[in-house]
């Protein structure tokens, strides 16, 4: 087993577009536990702890947008990953502070990778139908940027496991997080269900 634990977030747009009941069904669907949750107006430094500003989460944004403009055929009109990355931070910031956020912490075998899967790709216009981001929105890299903005994709979700526990520490405390029998336990986690008798 791989019990994980992941921090999910649903962006101001999720929450102002009225999708927060439609995302955590999508989560309680695959079988993930809810273990806290709660809505906040993010704080400033909550928000800039939370995308900490590393060379390698930078660098990826930057190679993640500047490939997608090349599949369309255009040119990345950014010159380099330190400036890109600054002013996405910012965005990002201005952007989860403009209003109200739901914060939650999902549990369950490989809950991390699950949850990304179930969200999709950065983009909600290259998001596979039946994701998240896939389903409920249409955003690009090119119209965010055009309108000096963050791309709302109405989710955040961790992609690592030192990302999980950084960020869970971030916006919950060990006494948040609750821990209880799910009826789904027994059909997913007990090794003697669906053994009839034998
Ligand atoms: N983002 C953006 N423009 C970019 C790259 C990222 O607006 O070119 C925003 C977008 O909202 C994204 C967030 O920054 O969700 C964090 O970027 P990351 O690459 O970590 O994407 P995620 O993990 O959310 O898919
Ligand atoms: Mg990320």
């Known amino acids: 087993m791989n019990m994980q634990k992941t921090l999910v977030l649903i962006k101001p747009d999720g929450v102002a577009r009225g999708h927060v009941g439609d995302i955590i069904s999508r ?35 930057y190679n993640k947008a500047k490939s997608k403009y090349a599949e369309e055929g255009r040119e990345f009109p950014f010159p380099n990953w330190q400036s890109y990355g600054q002013d996405i931070k910012n965005g990002l910031v201005r952007f989860l502070k403009s209003g109200p956020i739901v914060a939650m912490v999902l549990e369950g075998e490989q809950a991390i990778p699950l949850v990304r899967k179930l969200v999709g790709a950065t983009e909600p216009a290259s998001a596979l139908p039946g994701t998240i981001r896939g389903d409920f929105s249409l955003d690009t890299y090119s119209l965010a940027n055009e309108q000096h903005r ?6 955040h979700a961790s992609g690592t ?38």
């Open 27 to 61: 989560f309680e669907r695959a079988g993930l536990k809810l273990v806290a949750i709660k809505m906040i107006l993010p704080k400033h430094e909550d928000v800039d702890r939370h995308y900490a500003l590393t060379d390698e989460w930078m660098q990826g944004v």
């Open 161 to 198: 496991p030192e990302e999980a526990k950084t960020e869970i520490g971030i916006w919950f405390t060990e006494e948040d997080l609750q821990s209880y029998e799910h009826v789904l336990d027994n059909a997913l986690y007990n090794p003697k269900a669906f053994f009839a008798g034998e």
């Open 150 to 155: 963050s791309i709302r994709n109405l989710i």
